[in-house]
């Protein structure tokens, strides 16, 4: 697994290239990025470390991560123009279609 820096950065990267973010929206986008991955590598860690990681504990992650994007996505939104905000749904509306069980091709989650 990639580090929280990596995916961070691969995440600022594509958003600077498909929204095309300034300067300044690129380095606070970036920081943002950063402290989601970084939460996000805590709970990876959290559900890897625990054989007896049951459904009710993935179904209260799956939870807490989908809240925590939510704030991401809020927080990103901030920093965007009306304009950029609107690619930007469809760039997270394409990422959400492409992962199984995600509302993508390879089944729907509801």
Sequence with gaps: MRSATERANSQTTRLVKSLGLDEIQAAKVQEINYKYAAQDSVHFAEMSGNKQFGSENRDAMMASMKAQMEAKNAEI???????????YDAVVKEMQQRRPGQGGPKGQRN
């Design 77 to 87: 939104k901030a920093v965007l123009t009306d304009e950029q905000k609107t690619k």
